[in-house]
């Protein structure tokens, strides 16, 4: 109790007044983001709902079978689901370094008389259509690419995944067609594709590095690969996770570029410098054309798998950025 007996203050209690723009930008905001849980829910529900006759005939022989011939009665995701990821995950390994490089190049060592330049032809690339990249994939790049598949698999070989059936790595004339519309050439195009996006983010949070803890680095005799490794990369994990898991969900949805590119089949293939692929999005778009109603169901409920396993990939992406430096700087 303060001397003389009297009675402290109370505490000041503040409060906002909020105009009436504010209260307008606040109600659209809080609208736009209730809307699109709304609209992701409504869409599980139409796929869950169209999604139920195929469910309920397969049961749990739906996620086991590798065969795909729904009015027989024989159907299941094995084959494809397998093999969405296979792609999508070769298309990761591609990806991630390669814009991580562009990334950091393009923020720590591009002049920068030329820097925007490279900013708005990264982000161009983004404009490019699916199928331009699909097209020029499987006309100009497939080609190019079979050399590049012989020489892993001559030199590789011993290693499952690029170990290829049919292939004698001691003739040089033996066939080629062992080499194409495979996982490996799907998931270069698709790389190639997701690329923009991941640089983007890479390259948006890394120049967002503390100058403060830049210059002290600097000046505790760090070299510009030393300040990297220590200031820039470290406060951009969180970029680099969001751009690896961002590239991910869109390249276990590309579609055309995907059915452009590979001979699809029906078995699970881990091998993939192999001829032959598969995946939930390419077999929807090249099946629902001449689908039965049973058939279609089948086809939803292969679309609703990919549906979770993409919720699922990108709500553990904003768990893990939000734990990080980058992430929680955003956030606040």
Known sequence: MPPGGQTPPEPRVLTTRRSGVDRAFRSVSGASGAMVLIIMTLVGLFLGIRAFDAISDAGFSFVTTQVWEPDGGNFGIAAILSGTVFIAVTAILIVVPLSLAVALYICEY????????????VDLMAAVPSVVFGLWGF?????????ISRWIST???WIPIFSVDGSDPDDPLSTATVFTSSTFIAAVVVAIMVAPFTTAVMREVFSQ??????????ALGATKWGMIRSVVLPFGKGG???????????????TIVVA???????IIQPQILQNGANSVSALIALRYGEATPF???????AGLALFLITLV??????SIVARTRSGASTNE
């Open 209 to 218: 590095a503390p100058i403060g803890e830049r210059e002290g680095a600097y």
């Open 295 to 301: 058939g279609t169901s089948a086809l939803m409920a």
């Open 139 to 147: 006309f100009f790049l497939q080609n190019h690419m079979i050399g």
């Open 155 to 157: 030199y590789f070989g």
């Open 260 to 266: 452009l590119i590979i001979s699809p089949i029906f």
């Open 240 to 254: 680099i996770i969001g751009g690896t898991m961002l590239g991910l969900g869109r390249a276990l949805g590309e």
């Open 110 to 121: 591009a002049p920068r008389r030329i820097k925007r330049t490279l900013i708005s032809l």
């Open 313 to 318: 990939v990108n709500f553990a992406a904003s």
